[in-house]
């Protein structure tokens, strides 16, 4: 091969790499289009409320968790007897006498947060008192525990014992 001949070629080459190089970072392009596309048309159809309100249905709730968004934290304001006999599935323990210091120590003020009690008035100051020390995003769970066990929602505790899961809803797990 001459000299022309071999520069010839090398130019080929190369001209043969710069449009594979060009024709791999257009098919790039379109590939991360496609996934932005995709992202935005998620983020429509994810269930995360973009209005946070005071009352939330267990509905909802429990929507987050079976899309997989569990940026959210649930809270049992209930006494630990209560909590220890059955609670929502991945619920905190955190009544009213210690609500304050363990919330600020442990979780953020800008995360969701949802609470119930023994009842809506405990669920209401249990609410209000995270509100009153900065929580920004706090809502009751609509109906409490009753209301979560009849939209069908996963609860655990003492009340599941062996014989009574096969026909209970105690049985079941939640979406972390």
Excluded: C
């Excluded at 130019?11 to 935005?40: G, M, N, W, Y």
């Excluded at 979560?148 to 096969?166: C, F, L, Y």
């Amino acid at each position: 091969m001459t000299t022309g001949t071999t520069d010839k070629a090398v130019e080929a080459a190369a001209d043969r790499a710069k449009t594979v190089l060009e024709t791999a970072k257009s098919a790039e392009q379109q590939v991360l289009d496609k996934v932005d596309d995709a992202q935005d048309t998620i983020g429509e159809v994810t269930p995360v409320p973009t209005e946070f309100k005071s009352v939330t249905s267990p509905s909802n709730i429990k929507k987050r968790l079976d899309w997989g968004e569990p940026a959210l934290t649930i809270l049992d304001a209930r006494d630990r007897t209560d909590f220890n006999h059955e609670r929502i599935v991945g619920a905190i323990p955190m009544n009213m006498d210690m609500l304050t210091g363990n919330a600020q120590n442990n979780l953020e003020p800008s995360r969701d947060i949802y609470i119930y009690g023994s009842d809506k008035s405990e669920a209401n100051t249990a609410a209000s008192t995270l509100q009153e020390k900065g929580f920004e995003k706090v809502s009751i769970i609509e109906g409490g525990l009753a209301g979560w066990k009849a939209i069908g929602g996963a609860v655990e505790g003492q009340a599941s014992s062996p014989r009574d899961r096969s026909k209970s809803v105690l049985n079941q797990t939640a979406t972390p």
